[in-house]
C-alpha cells in the first residue's frame, strides 16, 4: 500500500533548483516527523534532512545546510525538500519517510513509513 509518495525529482544543471514533494495518506503524518534520505547508486542511503511533527525543529546533514529547505504543510499532508545550488554530489534517488515515535531523527532506522523515492540528476 502506497501511503508515502515522492515527487519532483528530474535532471537539473550544477547551481541549479528543485523542490521535492512528499504526499502521504498515513493517518499519522501529521504527529510524525518526516525526513529526506537520498541513495546513490553503489553507496548507503544517506540522511538529508527531518522535520518535527509541528514543523518547531529542523536538522539537516551538513552537505546540505545553506542549500536544502524542509518545510512541511499538514493541511495537505506534504512535505517538501527545497534544493538550491545543486551539486553533481547530489545525485541519487531521494526518499521520504515517516517516523511518528519521533519528535526529530536524521537516523534511517527510526523511521517506520517509506516512500518509493524520486530521482534527481545533477549534471556538472
Known amino acids: 500500500q502506497v501511503q508515502l509518495v515522492e515527487s519532483g525529482g528530474g535532471l537539473v544543471q550544477a547551481g541549479g533548483s528543485l523542490r521535492l514533494s512528499c504526499a502521504a495518506s498515513?493517518?499519522?503524518?501529521?504527529?510524525?516527523?518526516v525526513g529526506w534520505f537520498r541513495q546513490a547508486p553503489g553507496k548507503e542511503r544517506d540522511s538529508v534532512s527531518t522535520i518535527s511533527w509541528n514543523g518547531g525543529s529542523t536538522l539537516y546533514t551538513d552537505s546540505v545546510k545553506g542549500r536544502f529547505t524542509i518545510s512541511r504543510d499538514n493541511a495537505k499532508n506534504t512535505v517538501y525538500l527545497q534544493m538550491n545550488s545543486l551539486k553533481p554530489e547530489d545525485t541519487a534517488v531521494y526518499y521520504c519517510a515517516a517516523a511518528p515515535r519521533y519528535y526529530a531523527t536524521l537516523r534511517a532506522s527510526d523511521y517506520d513509513f517509506w516512500g518509493q523515492g524520486t530521482q534527481v540528476t545533477v549534471s556538472s
Open positions: 498515513l493517518r499519522t503524518f501529521s504527529n510524525s516527523a
